[in-house]
């Protein structure tokens, strides 16, 4: 069963290959969603400062009755945080407010503001302060992971060239008809793991008359074969659903679909239109 399944990240720690993203959730609804997904035996969770979710996360795992050397939590570094001191500050409180020992993984969740992430600048300089400051709580213990998210080759270029410790993870948007291939090689290249979000496209995919069709040949819905293409790739998904019947079907993935069938989703045409999500600078690149 995939939930039960590891990647290994490049300092050996072991990684649950499906995690549940959490953006959008807080208050009851994150406490909710991270208690119904590990009766669903899930085991690995993403949250973000920006979700405004830390503490629930944080309670709800607590509370959860499974020991925390079992739960895989990440969290994110505000995008915003530019700067050693700030990083160095965000990072304790993010633990402040998790109200945990130590945070499995923390990456930084952009290597531009999101009001600048449009734009050219990449913030090489900020990036290398951010990353000292996880560098150090990464040696303090307080991490057990370190990470980014959003990188481009370049951005990952500028922290390996000059870095003490490798990213071990990149988390980016990748799924049928949007996988960005040159990146995930280079994090191969680099032992670097890649985390996809929103797996199913933030549900746009669920429509396409394509996809409903491929995914009636194996018997499985278009989630399914999303997050199985995920898989498939090496890549570890991390499917956002509220919906406990959705949390387990998304993660009965022990199907395979076939090369010829991988060719024809790795080379299908963008999806142009993430509906209302389109408003995001994420699915607006
Ligand atoms: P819901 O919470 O109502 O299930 P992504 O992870 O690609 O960003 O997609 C998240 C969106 O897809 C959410 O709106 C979620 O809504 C929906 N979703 C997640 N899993 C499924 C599924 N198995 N079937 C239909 N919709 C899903």
């Known amino acids: 069963m995939i939930l039960q399944e590891t990647y290994s990240l490049s300092n050996g720690v072991e990684i649950p290959k499906i995690g549940l993203g959490t953006w959008f959730s807080n208050g009851d609804e994150a406490i909710n969603i991270v208690k119904k997904s590990v009766e669903a035996g899930y085991r690995h969770i993403d949250s973000a400062q920006a979700y405004q979710n830390e503490k629930?996360?944080?309670?709800?795992?607590?509370?959860?009755g499974v020991?925390?050397?079992?739960?895989?939590?990440?969290?994110?570094?505000?995008a915003e945080i530019k700067s050693y001191d700030e990083a160095v500050k965000s990072i304790d409180e993010s633990l402040e407010k998790m109200g945990l020992e130590?945070?499995?993984?923390?990456?930084?969740?952009?290597?531009?503001?999101?009001?600048?992430?449009?734009?050219?600048?990449?913030?090489?300089?900020?990036?290398?302060?951010?990353?000292?400051?996880?560098?150090?709580?990464?040696?303090?213990?307080?991490?057990?992971?370190?990470?980014?998210?959003?990188?481009?080759?370049?951005?990952?270029?500028?922290?390996?060239?000059?870095?003490?410790?490798k990213p071990m993870v990149n988390q980016i948007l990748a799924?049928?008809?949007?996988?960005?291939?040159?990146?995930?090689?280079?994090?191969?290249?680099?032992?670097?793991?890649?985390?996809?979000?929103s797996p199913i496209g933030h549900g746009a995919l669920l429509?396409?008359?394509?996809?409903?069709?491929?995914?009636?040949?194996?018997?499985?819905?278009v989630a399914q074969l999303a997050i199985r293409y995920c898989l498939q790739l090496g890549l570890l998904p991390l499917p956002k659903t509220t919906n406990?019947?959705?949390?387990?079907?998304?993660?009965?993935?022990?199907?395979?679909i076939s090369d010829e069938d991988m060719e024809t989703l790795k080379n299908r045409d963008k999806i142009e239109d993430y509906g209302e999500a389109s408003k995001f600078p994420v699915f607006a690149k």
């Open 67 to 78: 020991a925390r050397d079992e739960i895989f939590i990440t969290t994110k570094l505000a």
């Open 244 to 256: 406990e019947d959705r949390m387990k079907s998304n993660a009965a993935v022990d199907f395979e």
């Open 102 to 165: 130590y945070i499995d993984l923390m990456i930084i969740h952009s290597p531009k503001p999101w009001q600048n992430f449009l734009e050219d600048e990449r913030y090489f300089e900020g990036n290398l302060e951010a990353w000292k400051a996880l560098e150090e709580a990464y040696e303090a213990g307080k991490l057990k992971a370190i990470g980014v998210s959003n990188f481009e080759i370049e951005d990952l270029k500028n922290i390996i060239d000059n870095c003490k410790i």
């Open 175 to 197: 799924h049928i008809s949007n996988t960005p291939f040159e990146v995930i090689e280079f994090c191969k290249e680099n032992d670097i793991v890649v985390e996809a979000y």
């Open 56 to 64: 629930e996360m944080g309670e709800a795992i607590k509370n959860s």
């Open 207 to 221: 429509d396409e008359e394509d996809l409903k069709e491929m995914a009636a040949k194996y018997n499985v819905s």
